[in-house]
C-alpha cells in the first residue's frame, strides 16, 4: 500500500512540476507570430529590423515555450527570417546552418517550403546546380502537400505561401 501512496505520490509530485512548463497561452503564440509578421514585412527594406523581429520571436518562444516546445513552427519561422537576412548579406555558411536548423525543428509544410526555396537560393549563388534540383523537388512535393489541405489554410497561412511560391518564380 505505501509504495503504491508513493508512487501516486510521485507521478502528481512530477506532473505538479511540469505544469508550469506546459502552460502557454494563446496570447504567447499571437506575440511570436506577430513578431514574425514584423521580421517579414522588413524584407528588402531593412535587414537589421529582419534579424531583430526574428531573435525577438525565438527569444519569446524559447522563454514562454515549455520544455515540449510547442512554438517549433514559430522558431521555425524566425530562422527563416533570419537566414533570409543572412543571404542578403552574403553570409551563405551561416544561412545554410539557419536553414537547416529550420528544417530540423517543424514539419510544418510552410516552413519548409520557405526554407527549401531559400537553400534553392543559396545554390544559385553557390553555383551549385544538382543542390539546387534537390531542394526545387523537396519544394515541389511541399507544394504538392500543402494545396492537398489548402483549404484548410487561414489568412496567415495563405499569406506565407504566397510569399513562397513568389519566391519560388524568381
Do not use: W
Request: hydrophobic share 35%.
Amino acid at each position: 500500500m505505501k509504495t503504491y501512496f508513493y508512487r501516486c505520490f510521485s507521478l502528481l509530485s512530477l506532473l505538479v512540476l511540469l505544469l508550469p512548463f506546459g502552460s502557454c497561452s494563446s496570447s504567447d503564440k499571437q506575440n511570436i507570430e506577430r513578431l514574425n509578421d514584423i521580421s517579414y514585412s522588413f524584407h528588402y527594406r531593412n535587414i537589421d529590423s529582419t534579424e531583430y523581429y526574428a531573435r525577438q520571436a525565438i527569444a519569446l518562444a524559447t522563454t514562454t515555450g515549455s520544455i515540449f516546445n510547442r512554438y517549433n513552427d514559430e522558431i521555425a519561422e524566425a530562422y527563416n527570417n533570419l537566414a533570409f537576412a543572412s543571404i542578403m548579406r552574403m553570409n551563405y555558411d551561416l544561412a545554410s546552418q539557419q536553414l537547416d536548423s529550420t528544417l530540423a525543428l517543424t514539419d510544418n509544410q510552410l516552413e519548409i517550403l520557405v526554407a527549401n526555396v531559400q537553400n534553392m537560393r543559396l545554390c544559385q549563388r553557390r553555383s551549385r546546380n544538382k543542390e539546387f534540383y534537390d531542394y526545387r523537388e523537396h519544394a515541389m512535393k511541399a507544394i504538392q502537400r500543402i494545396n492537398e489541405e489548402r483549404a484548410s489554410l487561414d489568412n496567415r497561412q495563405m499569406e506565407r505561401f504566397y510569399y513562397a511560391e513568389s519566391e519560388m518564380a524568381i
